[in-house]
């Protein structure tokens, strides 16, 4: 069973709102500026919630922002968002072509959030899955053999298979902040991922981990 993992970016105007529910899906939804109501649960800036039924999306006033991560079928069309001062972009869309996620299988559906210091550098390492990254705050360089990136901006997404070996680092000028979705196997849950291949692993500082979601799921 072949699935992709679709990352979206949503926009609400002041006072915009959905004029109907997207499809029932395995999503996680974090709200990046603003408060949103979310089928009816008012949520602020820098909060998540997964939710596997339909969604319809409120503004509480101001513009706000929410990016959204699903597994869906490789050939589902994107599930954009229509409504009054709704604006909906897929950002991107990856098959998860490198883990076998059988029908019926239990799997990981994790939100975190990553933050380093200004001149970071992760060296080698790997995880034990895939996922779509987006930044938050700061530049960030990704270098490995599937999709490199360099400069990327805040509310730029990449994609890490997991198994493919990543180097990256953030800018001698100010520390980065991203969030990574990831389909992770089950006994990874409350853990953080990482296998370090050049030695011992950096030290983690105080606040550098932040766990939004961790929600296992059947495909």
Same mark, same amino acid.
């Given at each position: 069973?072949?699935?992709?993992l679709?990352?979206?970016h949503?926009? $609400?105007?002041?006072?915009?709102a959905?004029?109907?529910?997207?499809?029932?899906?395995?999503?996680i $939804?974090?709200?990046?500026?603003?408060?949103?109501?979310?089928?009816?649960?008012m949520?602020?800036?820098?909060?998540?919630?997964?939710?596997?039924?339909?969604?319809t999306?409120?503004? /509480?006033?101001?513009w706000c922002q929410?990016w959204?991560?699903?597994?869906? /079928?490789?050939?589902?069309?994107a599930l954009?968002?229509?409504?009054s001062?709704?604006?909906?972009?897929l950002?991107?869309?990856?098959?998860?072509?490198?883990?076998?996620?059988?029908?019926?299988?239990?799997?990981?559906?994790?939100?975190?959030?990553?933050?380093?210091?200004?001149?970071?550098?992760?060296?080698r390492?790997?995880?034990?899955?895939?996922g779509?990254?987006?930044l938050?705050?700061?530049t960030f360089?990704v270098?490995?053999?599937?999709?490199?990136?360099r400069d990327?901006?805040?509310?730029?997404?990449w994609w890490e298979?997991?198994y493919?070996?990543?180097?990256a680092?953030?800018s001698?000028?100010?520390g980065?902040k991203?969030?990574?979705?990831?389909?992770?196997?089950?006994?990874?849950?409350?853990k953080?991922?990482?296998?370090?291949?050049s030695?011992?692993?950096?030290v983690r500082?105080?606040g550098s981990?932040?766990?939004?979601?961790d929600?296992?799921v059947?495909?």
């Open positions: 069973m072949s699935l992709a679709n990352f979206y949503d926009q $609400l105007g002041e006072g915009g959905t004029s109907s529910a997207v499809p029932q899906a395995h999503r $939804l974090y709200v990046r500026y603003g408060s949103v109501d979310i089928n009816g649960l949520m602020g800036a820098d909060e998540a919630i997964y939710c596997d039924g339909p969604v999306l409120r503004s /509480s006033g101001a929410i959204r991560w699903e597994l869906a /079928s490789p050939n589902t069309p954009l968002h229509a409504g001062d709704v604006l909906s972009m950002r991107m869309q990856r098959i998860i072509a490198n883990v076998s996620m059988l029908k019926g299988t239990q799997w990981l559906f994790r939100l975190d959030r990553i933050m380093t210091p200004a001149g970071g550098v992760a060296d390492h790997q995880h034990p899955g895939p779509a990254r987006c938050v705050e700061g360089n270098h490995q053999a599937g999709e490199s990136a990327l901006a805040p509310g730029d997404a298979t997991g493919d070996t990543v180097v680092w953030s001698e000028q100010m980065a991203f969030m990574r979705a990831m389909v992770l196997p089950v006994e990874w849950q409350g953080v991922t990482g296998e370090w291949l030695g011992t692993p950096p500082r105080p981990w932040k766990l939004y979601v929600q296992i059947t495909v």
